[in-house]
């Protein structure tokens, strides 16, 4: 199994980039897929997670990135994206992808089976 992000870039700030995350080796159609960072000198922190259940799917985000960021995925292609619009210089960092072999909302890295290599991200002007 691998995960593969890519998408990264630099952005000026209030601009917009998406993220996407590449799934080979395995389906993950009702798994739960995530997103984390990791910005300079700093732990690797949550950033979203898109999961399935009955039928429907929910996404979930950390409070630094609710109502900027949206996760969507594409079972047909095993991707995952990471729409992020309204950049910040904070949002600066590498970004990983990360899927579970189970389901519902984990917003823990131990919570992850599958990482991908990160994309880096930043914002500045």
């Known amino acids: 199994v691998q995960l593969q992000a890519f998408g990264g870039g630099l952005v000026q700030p209030g601009g917009s980039l998406r993220l996407s995350c590449a799934a080979s080796?395995?389906?993950?159609?009702?798994?739960?897929m995530g997103w984390f960072r990791q910005a300079p000198g700093k732990e690797r922190e949550f950033v979203g997670v898109?999961?399935?259940?009955?039928?429907?799917?929910?996404?979930y985000f950390a409070n630094s990135v609710e109502g900027r960021f949206t996760i969507s995925r594409d079972n047909a292609k095993n991707t995952m994206y990471l729409q992020m619009n309204s950049l910040k210089p904070e949002d600066t960092a590498v970004y990983s992808c990360?899927?579970?072999?189970?389901?519902?909302?984990?917003?823990?890295?131990?919570?992850?089976?599958?990482w991908g290599q990160g994309t880096e991200v930043t914002v500045s002007s």
């Open positions: 990360a899927a579970s072999r189970g389901s519902g909302a984990r917003v823990k890295e131990s919570e992850y089976d599958y």
């Open positions: 898109i999961s399935w259940n009955g039928g429907i799917t929910y996404t």
């Open positions: 080796g395995r389906a993950f159609t009702r798994n739960t």
